[in-house]
């Protein structure tokens, strides 16, 4: 159903499961376990996997902590996007990796929720996508102090949300990785 012509292809985006953002956000054992689930189900399916990892002041490229967690492997053919801002669009080369590989549907999971998983969420859906969220495949870290609600309650209302997201001739929505069909 994407708005994109000629785009019958599925990506799995696996975005910013990275050591240091890892490190902080709730449940991360178990979202690692089901991303590695998707990867490895995309990968049976012949499913192209984009993995994109964030930099920042916080998050220095090249450093210890932004590197992938060691549980998932990017093999050489996936490719890497590299991106400064929280939509994994702008300005990356995201939607010319896509566009070449002739991909209108996303599977999304990854981190973190309240910032660069909603905000790619949104970019992709606003940019023609078909863009499914992987309810129990992202996670966030405690930003209670900042006045944000319960790492829990943020990925719950996230779910919630997505799964009533529509936009003209595309869909939108939320999936168990269980229940995954690329």
């Not at 799995?12 to 240091?20: G, P, S, T």
């Not at 996936?78 to 566009?99: M, N, Q, R």
């Not at 996670?139 to 943020?154: F, I, N």
Request: aromatic share 6%; hydrophobic share 40%; charged share 20%.
């Amino acid at each position: 159903m994407t708005t994109l012509p000629g785009r019958p292809n599925t990506a799995l985006l696996v975005v910013d499961v990275q050591i240091d953002v890892m490190a902080s956000s709730i449940g991360s054992e178990a979202i690692i376990a089901n991303i590695v689930r998707l990867v490895d189900k995309a990968r049976a399916q012949d499913v192209r996997v984009v993995w994109v990892q964030h930099s920042s002041d916080q998050l220095p490229r090249g450093s210890a902590g932004w590197e992938y967690v060691p549980e998932l492997v990017r093999h050489a053919s996936e490719p890497l996007v590299h991106k400064t801002y929280g939509d994994a669009f702008e300005d990356t080369e995201l939607e010319s990796i896509l566009a070449e590989a002739a991909v209108g549907r996303l599977i999304v999971a990854g981190a973190q929720t309240d910032q660069c998983i909603r905000s790619t969420l949104h970019g992709a859906l606003a940019r023609g996508y078909d863009t499914i969220l992987v309810s129990d495949a992202h996670t966030t870290e405690d930003l209670t102090e900042w006045g944000a609600p319960a790492p829990a309650e943020v990925v719950s209302h996230t779910n919630l949300y997505w799964s009533f997201q529509t936009a003209p001739g595309r869909e939108a929505g939320t999936i168990d990785t269980e229940s995954v069909v690329f």
